[in-house]
């Protein structure tokens, strides 16, 4: 295997071990790491939660528990991230690195938090550490994506999530029942969920359907703090039943009303708060709204084998739209019998 080969290999684990953090570490990044000599895995680890280890932290305690400090000398650790160079609510990961006598780092993607940017990447040098960077940078910067977002244009990264019909309609008659996708589908919604800081949706949907929006599955409730549940009206919060579950259940502290916001001053509230992601779950005026403001980010729509009607269809853009959105990224697969699209925005500077 030639070195670059090499590196992305471990990289990948690194990888592998970041996204089991991903919806856990907001406002902090996703991050993982595994610390390899002689070819052989000796440890690895991710960013479980804000305030805990960095995941070099955690990795190199991992290979400590396993086989002691001692062969962490001359050892290298791959990271997905650039390591911190300055104490913050945790010590900098490059004087871990330096202490234990790391001979080689390897990373991924630049710190986008402008105190750490090439920071590292100095100092590591200086110290004589042999460091190699930007090793599987485009799929390390996708796991960092929801905190580059909000790290750099100060919103969160946004999910629209949508049920429909293949003929394109997000309802269907009230004689049959709410639901448009398998129940299979409605798993991957609560998996998508788990992945996000915040969940949104509008007034009418609460009215309608008096949603929970709990996690049910996955990371679930115990591992993971209850999202946000946001709900924008015009109405006002009166105006909401007040029997409903997101007023009256176990995580009624974790119900935001937006009345008669615009809609980037909600998500950039929703960042200050520390979200790092967000996922729509509104119906399509709303949807239309946050796309005609180019605030989505990416699409996970869920098609039911199934042909409706109705007017109320359409959750992409209205009908003075200048240019359509085109997504990248694009992915499908089957979820019973259900297909899942999912996609990521192209914006119009790319
Ligand atoms: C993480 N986890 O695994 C790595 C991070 O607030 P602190 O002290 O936890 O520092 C957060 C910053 O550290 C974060 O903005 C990022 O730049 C850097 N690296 N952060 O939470 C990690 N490696
Ligand atoms: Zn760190």
Redesign the pocket.
């Known amino acids: 295997m030639s070195p670059s080969n090499y590196d992305e290999k471990w990289m990948l684990r690194a990888l592998e071990e970041g996204w089991k953090g991903i919806g856990l ?1 907001s406002p ?2 996703a ?1 993982g790491a595994v610390v390899v000599k002689d070819e052989m895995e000796l440890g690895s680890g991710y ?1 479980h939660r ?2 805990l280890p ?3 932290r955690e990795a190199i305690a991992d290979v400590v528990a396993k086989h002691g400090a001692e062969v962490l000398h001359g050892a290298t650790i791959y ?1 997905t ?1 650039e ?2 160079s300055t104490v ?3 010590p900098a ?1 490059t004087s871990g690195i330096l202490e234990n006598k790391i001979r080689r780092v390897v990373y991924g993607a630049v ?1 986008p ?1 402008p ?2 940017a090439g920071a590292a990447d100095t100092l590591l040098r200086g110290q004589g550490i042999e460091v190699t960077a930007g090793v599987l940078r485009e799929e390390c910067e996708k796991l960092l994506r929801p905190f580059a977002k909000r790290i750099t244009s100060g919103l969160p990264w946004v999910i629209a999530k949508t049920a429909m019909s293949l003929d394109g309609r997000i309802t269907r008659p009230p004689s049959e029942g709410q639901w448009l996708t398998s129940p299979e589908s409605r798993e991957v919604v609560h998996q998508l969920r788990a992945q996000v800081d915040a969940i949104i949706v509008g007034g009418k949907t609460v009215r309608r359907d008096n949603p929970r929006l709990t996690l049910r599955s996955e990371k679930g409730a115990a591992e993971k703090e209850q999202p946000w549940r946001v709900v924008l009206t015009h109405t006002g919060r009166e105006s909401l039943p007040q029997d409903f579950h997101l007023f009256t259940d176990e995580f009624k502290n974790r119900t935001l009303i937006y009345q008669d916001k615009p809609l980037a001053e909600v998500l950039r509230d929703l960042a200050e708060k520390g979200c790092n992601s967000v996922l729509l779950e509104c119906g399509g005026r709303l949807m239309r709204q946050f796309a005609e403001a180019e605030l989505i980010d990416e699409y996970q729509l869920f098609y039911a084998p199934i042909i409706t009607g109705g007017e109320d269809f359409g959750f992409g853009l209205g009908d003075h739209f200048k240019s359509s959105l085109t997504l990248k990224e694009v992915h499908s697969r089957s979820i019973g019998q259900d297909t899942l699209i999912s996609g990521v925005v192209v914006r119009s500077e790319e």
């Open positions: 570490t902090n990044p991050v960013h804000t305030g960095h995941a070099e990271v991230l390591p911190c913050g609510r945790t990961c710190d938090n105190k750490h």
